[in-house]
């Protein structure tokens, strides 16, 4: 229903509309999630040729927010229609806020851009990111993200899907980010494609359930191809365009030197975009150069270690950018960064993760990609061992190996990884580790054990190497009631601490093999 506040301006009133929502239990979308859809746009059944006409066809449209003052005018075959909400007692801004394009000829969206602004100066009352305050689980809070989108019902072509890739720390900080204060981001969906050119946000308050503020980014443009189905017949494959890809980036050498110039570091860096036209070639916007730097200084560091390291950074996508269907190299969501251009980087000497002020990064980057386990040419095992725990690759400081047909693992690492209580009797060279009731005690070259005081024979004994306790894996894992497995094709100790687990996929064997690689030459070749 619309009506008139006698001040030029119409009120729409429906019940609709809601900006503050609380989790819906049936709902649960997890942090993945597939397109979202949305209704088409209504089909206009006449030429708009007055005010009232257009912002009937708007609010059918399902774009008009309850509560606010709306304005219409005729502008060059479009329709302009504003909408504005109340101030708000604590910021003095305008609240609620946007516009829609229609097209006069047939009433069709040209545009939307909607925004229920954040109030980022909201009295909290608590510490904003102490998260023990929290109710609700990022999972929770994107249920309630999601369900906000779905409520709204607006009438746009395509769909929406999440969008978890990261965003700058510097736009973070302008956005005002905090923990309690969760920013979900969606992009459009497009035959099933992400469509980055139009997004929405919605920001979750994650103590009471509320959505704070949203906002909405829409146009309609044209998509080239329309689908992936017709690109079908001349479009390279994914595995075609991650071998493109690979062999066509190279990490260059740069100074970097932004927090302290008179102390600049060396390091391996890549550019911000690689982008591939569906055909295999690299379009002319594109197209990079790498640099080079005047000095001729041989880097200690491996450049090819340096380039499968720098790469698993990145996840390979089908996407359409600027309405054309490409592949591109993304930065993986656990990925942080400043800002466009400064992403992470490595040394040069020493093969450190660095962030662009030359701080080490001390948090554990995520495993590469199933695209560049593909595209990176297959070479030899050179790990003796690998652990891989409930279907995550460990990354051991220490590295296992094998001795006498036996893989003996570093004892400390693993076991508190288990959560076991250790002690080490130096004078008696023993090694106890208990759990649950159930200790074990081992003894350096002993092949006798004792599990709860009972001596028990071993074929495999405890060693010291460069001052760490390696311990046999199967026996003292099974000990505590874990279950062990080997893949000998690819060194792989794989531990599973829950009953009836899945055993990995041939191709994750295969992801984690890889990773177990460039771990080891992370450490070994430097």
Do not use: C
């Amino acid at each position: 229903m619309i009506t008139n506040d006698g001040s030029g301006g119409k009120f729409v009133k429906k019940k609709r509309w809601t900006a503050k929502l609380f989790l819906a239990a049936s709902l649960s979308f997890g942090i993945a999630l597939s397109a979202m859809p949305t209704p088409m746009q209504a089909q206009a059944l006449s030429k708009i040729d007055s005010e009232a006409k257009a912002i009937s066809q708007a609010d059918s449209l399902n774009l008009i927010p309850d509560g606010v003052k709306v304005t219409a005018k005729l502008d060059s075959g479009n329709w302009e229609i504003r909408f504005r909400g109340d101030k708000t007692d604590i910021s003095k801004n305008p609240y609620l806020q946007g516009y829609i394009t229609l097209n006069a000829k047939d009433g069709s969206i040209v545009q939307y851009n909607a925004s229920l602004q954040s109030d980022f100066v909201y009295p909290y009352g608590s510490d904003p990111f102490d998260e023990s305050t929290f109710k609700f689980s990022i999972e929770e809070a994107l249920d309630i993200a999601v369900t906000f989108m779905k409520q709204q019902g607006w009438k746009l072509k395509d769909s929406w899907m999440n969008d978890p890739y990261p965003i700058s720390d510097y736009i973070a900080g302008r956005e005002f980010h905090t923990s309690r204060l969760h920013i979900f981001r969606f992009d459009r969906s497009h035959d099933g494609v992400r469509d980055g050119s139009n997004g929405a946000s919605v920001t979750v308050d994650r103590v009471t359930g509320d959505v704070r503020a949203y906002s909405v980014v829409w146009d309609d443009h044209s998509f080239q191809p329309n689908t992936v189905n017709e690109a079908a017949p001349t479009m390279i494959s994914m595995k075609e365009a991650a071998d493109l890809l690979y062999n066509a980036v190279d990490p260059f050498l740069k100074w970097q030197a932004i927090k302290d110039p008179d102390q600049p570091r060396l390091v391996y860096a890549l550019h911000p975009n690689y982008v591939l036209a569906i055909d295999g070639t690299i379009p002319s916007e594109y197209e990079w150069e790498n640099p080079s730097i005047p000095e001729k200084i041989k880097p200690s560091y491996s450049d090819a270690l340096a380039k499968k390291r720098l790469l698993s950074m990145y996840d390979l996508n089908l996407e359409y950018i600027n309405g054309k269907l490409a592949y591109r190299l993304r930065l993986k969501p656990e990925i942080n960064f400043f800002q466009e251009g400064l992403h992470p980087a490595i040394d040069a000497h020493t093969g450190e993760w660095l962030d662009f002020l030359n701080q080490p990064i001390e948090k554990p980057f995520p495993p590469a990609g199933e695209w560049l386990v593909e595209a990176a040419p297959a070479g030899k095992i050179d790990y003796a061992a690998a652990i891989v725990w409930d279907n995550h690759l460990l990354q051991l400081q220490n590295e296992p190996f094998i001795q006498d047909g036996y893989t003996l693992v570093p004892f400390r690492e693993l076991l508190t990884k288990l959560g076991t209580k250790i002690t080490w009797d130096p004078a008696a060279r023993e090694v106890t580790a208990s759990l649950g009731g159930t200790t074990i005690e081992l003894t350096i070259d002993s092949k006798t054990a004792h599990v709860n005081g009972k001596a028990i024979k071993i074929e495999a004994p405890p060693r010291l190497k460069n001052g760490r306790t390696y311990i046999p894996a199967r026996l003292v894992l099974e000990t505590f009631g874990v279950s062990v497995g080997w893949n000998s094709t690819y060194r792989l100790v794989l531990v599973s601490t829950e009953e009836n687990a899945p055993s990995p996929s041939k191709e994750e064997l295969k992801r984690y093999a890889f990773q177990a690689q460039l771990n080891w030459e992370s450490n070994v070749l430097k």
